[in-house]
């Protein structure tokens, strides 16, 4: 009997897409020239082999080399919850130009000030480069070792010369393998250099942060499977357009997904900012109408944000309705309540909304700020400045309840607002603050109505 033949396959270099015939045009991420064939996968057995450690009970196992250790910066370890723990891989990603290699040439020097040896592999820029910013940032230290490298051999060669407790590699779409077919970043390559460094970092007990490309949407360049690898997977985001950078974690073996790290971009270097709530709070000399602060949730973290409306009559026959970090989608909706539900006419008005600082809020909770900051600028009437403003409005005019109330009106007292509207029937709120009058309200109009509003007019 004829054995059957196995079938050649297709492989897009940049996306890892695959097909069984070839094409032209990749069909997944629609670039020319990149689907080549690949070797038939090998067909056998796979037979016992001797094993390095044999298996002992899990009770048994010592974890005193996995304790996490600081890195030094506060936002980055409370990211990660409580520090690098030897031996994981931890993968940054972010736009070009947000502060990637800024923010690692900063966890190498604090780290290796704390003693510890540190590799800063560098495969986007020279030595003497990187010498340079780490002048200008003052990253200087004896104990920071760079390096100039492209070559994946040659990487593990200084991994075993330098010996480091921290291993960063910047970027891992710009390390080739001269065993592997491709280019440096494509798919086949940056599986190896991956699988390389990951192997080396859980041998040695290595701390090892890998920068990552992002595609045009955001997402982490090169084959999905080098998120499945590494054990940690950071997001680094940020406006041009503003100093503020916020760091998320997308996948963390060690810790808890749902913290953020706030840092500020300066001329000498990256700070970290502990209380950023200030940022996208402004303060005005007197109560000013078409304002109101609502207080929005950032992973576990509560920050306050204004926002501001301004309505103007309009010149043309469609009025404009422009948003600026919030959802516009969400705002013509509120809108639209405010019309319906308290009478405010705003069809012939271009309403202009916004956020102070840069803040992008997508949460429902900000709904009933932008409701009633827009209703402050229509009717000219000023929201009292130590007010904040917390919950989602519906199409029917009710405002529901949002979660984490407590650690939102907390935050709020401890920056010195003391009045707040809240959605009625919100748990947890008795003797919860003795500083704040807090003023629960059903609906929309609810809340208009128990507003003490100084008329400007």
């Not at 990552?212 to 997977?233: I, N, Q």
């Not at 012939?348 to 909770?365: C, F, I, K, Q, W």
């Not at 009933?368 to 199409?395: F, K, N, R």
Request: some cysteine; proline content about 5%.
């Amino acid at each position: 009997m004829a054995t059957k033949t196995a079938r050649p396959a297709y492989v897009c270099a940049d996306c890892g897409w695959t097909t069984s015939k070839w094409v032209g045009r990749c069909g997944e991420c629609q670039a020319w020239g990149t689907v080549d064939i690949t070797a038939p996968a090998r067909t056998g057995r796979t037979h016992a082999a001797a094993v390095a450690t044999p298996a002992i009970p899990i009770s048994q196992v010592r974890i005193e080399s996995a304790r996490s250790t600081t890195s030094g910066i506060g936002e980055l370890d409370r990211v990660l919850g409580g520090g690098v723990v030897p031996g994981a891989v931890l993968l940054l990603a972010g736009e070009p130009g947000v502060g990637k290699s800024t923010l690692l040439l900063e966890v190498a020097a604090r780290w290796a000030r704390a003693g510890r040896r540190t590799l800063y592999v560098s495969g986007e820029e020279s030595a003497a480069q990187v010498r340079l910013r780490a002048e200008r940032t003052g990253a200087v230290d004896d104990n920071l070792y760079l390096a100039a490298e492209t070559d994946l051999g040659a990487v593990l060669t200084h991994v075993e010369t330098v010996k480091p407790g921290l291993l960063i590699v910047d970027s891992v779409q710009t390390i080739g393998s001269a065993d592997v077919d491709g280019v440096p970043g494509g798919v086949t390559q940056v599986r190896e250099v991956a699988s390389a460094v990951i192997q080396r970092a859980k041998r040695d007990n290595i701390a090892t942060l890998l920068v990552g490309h992002v595609t045009k949407d955001g997402s982490v360049a090169g084959p999905r499977v080098l998120e499945h690898l590494v054990d940690v997977v950071l997001q680094f985001e940020g406006d041009r357009s503003s100093r503020l950078r916020l760091l998320r974690a997308v996948k963390n073996r060690f810790g808890p997904v749902d913290e953020i790290g706030c840092f500020d971009l300066v001329d000498d270097g990256i700070v970290e900012v502990p209380d950023p709530t200030g940022l996208f709070v402004s303060r005005h000399e007197r109560p000013v109408p078409g304002t109101c602060v609502t207080v929005t949730m950032e992973g576990r973290r509560p920050l306050l944000a204004e926002v501001q409306a301004l309505t103007v009559a309009s010149s043309t026959p469609s009025p404009r309705r422009t948003s600026s970090g919030l959802d516009s989608s969400r705002v013509a909706m509120i809108l639209a309540v405010l019309t319906k539900h308290c009478a405010i006419r705003l069809g012939e008005l271009d309403v202009y909304t916004a956020t102070v600082g840069g803040a992008r809020l997508v949460e429902p909770s900000v709904d009933l700020a932008v409701a009633i900051a827009t209703a402050s600028a229509q009717l000219e009437a000023a929201v009292p400045a130590d007010l904040v403003a917390i919950g989602e409005v519906g199409l029917a005019g009710e405002v529901r309840k949002v979660s984490n109330l407590a650690a939102r009106l907390r935050e709020a007292e401890r920056i010195g607002f003391r009045r707040a509207v809240v959605p009625a029937g919100s748990e947890g709120l008795d003797g919860l603050t003795t500083t704040m009058t807090i003023m629960p309200v059903g609906d929309i109009r609810s809340a208009m109505a128990c507003l003490s509003v100084t008329s400007t007019a």
